[in-house]
Nanobody
Framework: QVQLIESGGGLVQAGGSLRLTCAAS????????MGWFRQAPGQEREFVAA????????DYAAFVQGRFIISRDNGKNTVDLQMNRLRPDDTAVYYC?????????????????WGQGTQVTVSS
């Protein structure tokens, strides 16, 4: 019954912005850390950003720091990824994930639930 549903992906020109939203059907949403990961064709899944249960702690991959912002709304059971100054190498399927712990992690193996992914394509 647990569902994580991403939305907001699409096609954007380099330098543009997109905002991804993950809606979580998860009773314990406010108790768990959330993360965003991405996977490009032929590439392994990589960490993008994560946020603690209360939203006060965040972690970012070096290649997105200063461009992306992760946030959450525990009242709505959503986590967002605001992506700015997008580059063609940001093109990937983006996944949100829920972790059964309160603190962020970069390790995808520690996340218990995953969304279906949403495609982000950045044109040059």
């Amino acid at each position: 019954q647990v569902q994580l549903i991403e939305s907001g992906g699409g096609l954007v020109q380099a330098g543009g912005s997109l905002r991804l939203t993950c809606a979580a059907s998860l009773r314990t949403f406010s108790s768990v850390a959330m993360g965003w990961f991405r996977q490009a064709p032929g590439q392994e899944r990589e960490f993008v950003a994560a946020i603690s249960r209360g939203g006060d702690m965040t972690d970012y991959a070096a290649f997105v720091q200063g461009r992306f912002i992760i946030s959450r709304d525990n009242g709505k059971n959503t986590v967002d990824l605001q992506m700015n100054r997008l580059r063609p190498d940001d093109t990937a399927v983006y996944y949100c994930a829920a972790r059964g712990y309160s603190s962020p992690s970069r390790n995808s193996n520690t996340y218990n639930y995953w969304g279906q992914g949403t495609q982000v394509t950045v044109s040059s």
